[in-house]
């Protein structure tokens, strides 16, 4: 009998570099914060990403890994630079690419977003916010972030991983080049969307020219950071098409940025996935396969982005918290988990409990299902401040 030819969520996919994801579902970034406040994979870290890919993943992506132990997003973020303990690291790629999963880094620097007690925040320009304050970075600094990131890579593909992925989304520092809203410079580098993506392309063009032809490199990109005077939907397009021919093996389509009063895109309203339309018009400019993340939540949704061609791969984050085993929930025709639902929800209580769950997963403890919001909320916090304290040894050398 012939095949049927559209393509399904289980089907595979083959990437440009020759790559093979056995399905098309990833389990997008999310920042765990479970290194060790060194900058080192834990058990449990390792435990978990262990757990996902026996769930049945195509693909894994650890969210934040630093090159530049400077500008962390928190303090519980990797960092794989030359004082990185590579047995631990090792054993993550091993255990995290069990049952044929990939396990990719996403490769992070926080820029104006930089944690505040660990960081003096550095972005392209200078910024005042009662949030948060950045200083401007010097040509010189932003020249050699490209060569940053490629030796993180080279270091991810020499300890086991498989791929990278260039974050340029979510106001993060490739970001915030491109955002009008964190990049007011005038030189090379800023003015016109071709200025302002120079560092992401330089990035990718380095990246890629470092690492070996099978090892995979995906860039996260911002269908639009959702708030006025942002980074809009025509000049991400543009970027889409500046990315074609540069190596890219897969570009993910997310949105949303942390900036002040900027909504996450975890907490909007809207229902279903949001940035499937923007990749079927990113579609007619490039031939780097597409992923969107964001707003799936059911079997259904995801089965339908792909069936479609709009996308040729789903990124999920919080429904693997909720459920680790997801894409063999979803092949054994099971119903998708409940997303939990609270009465009123403090500035990052969402993010503190999905956070305190993938560490219950990490543990094995799989009953704390209904964990206490305020809970949750006060665990993270001290967790974040116990790690600043040992963060900042490690930058005073000790």
């Not at 440009?16 to 990833?26: D, E």
């Not at 080279?154 to 989304?169: D, N, R, S, T």
Request: hydrophobic share 40%.
């Amino acid at each position: 009998m012939h095949a049927v030819s559209t393509q399904t969520l289980f089907t595979p996919l083959t990437l440009p570099n020759g790559c093979l994801l056995k399905n098309r579902i990833i389990k997008s970034a999310m920042s765990d914060s479970l290194g060790d406040g060194q900058g080192n994979p834990t058990a449990i870290q390792i435990r978990l990403y262990e757990r996902w890919a026996e769930g049945g993943l195509a693909a894994s992506i650890i969210g934040e890994v630093q090159g530049d132990p400077r500008y962390p997003e928190k303090p519980g973020n990797l960092i794989l630079d030359d004082k990185a303990k590579t047995g631990a690291f090792r054993e993550l790629a091993r255990r995290g690419s069990a049952n044929t999963a990939q396990l990719w880094l996403q490769l992070g620097h926080a820029g104006a977003l930089a944690h505040l007690p660990i960081s003096k925040p550095r972005g392209p320009s200078q910024m005042d916010f009662p949030e948060f304050r950045s200083e401007a970075m010097s040509r010189a600094e932003i020249e050699t972030v490209p060569e940053c990131f490629a030796k993180t890579a080279c270091h991810a593909a020499e300890l086991g991983f498989g791929g990278v992925q260039i974050h340029a989304a979510h106001g993060f520092l490739l970001s915030q080049f491109l955002s009008p809203l964190f990049n007011h410079r005038t030189d090379a580098y800023g003015g016109s969307i071709n200025a302002r993506m120079r560092l992401l392309i330089e990035t990718v063009e380095a990246v890629r020219a470092a690492v070996p032809s099978d090892f995979v490199v995906s860039v996260k990109l911002n269908a639009t950071d959702q708030l006025v005077g942002g980074l809009t939907e025509e000049a991400a397009l543009k970027v889409v098409a500046a990315l074609e021919g540069k190596g890219v093996d897969l570009l993910d389509i997310s949105g949303g940025t942390y900036f002040p009063g900027a909504p996450s895109s975890s907490e909007r309203n809207t229902k279903g996935p949001y940035f499937v339309e923007f990749a079927r018009t990113a579609r007619q400019l490039t031939s780097i396969p597409l992923m969107a993340t964001g707003g799936f939540k059911r079997h259904e949704e995801a089965e339908a982005a792909v069936r479609s061609g709009d996308v040729d791969a789903v990124g999920l984050a919080r429904g693997f918290v909720l459920d680790p085993c997801l894409p063999a929930t979803w092949k054994a025709g099971k119903s998708s988990p409940a997303f939990p639902r609270f009465d009123t929800l403090s500035p990052g209580g969402m993010t503190a409990w999905f956070t305190m769950r993938m560490t219950d997963l990490g543990a094995d403890r799989e009953g704390i299902v209904d964990r206490d919001l305020d809970e949750a909320v006060a665990e993270y916090e001290k967790r974040d401040e116990q790690r600043v304290a040992i963060w900042k040894k490690r930058s005073s050398g000790h």
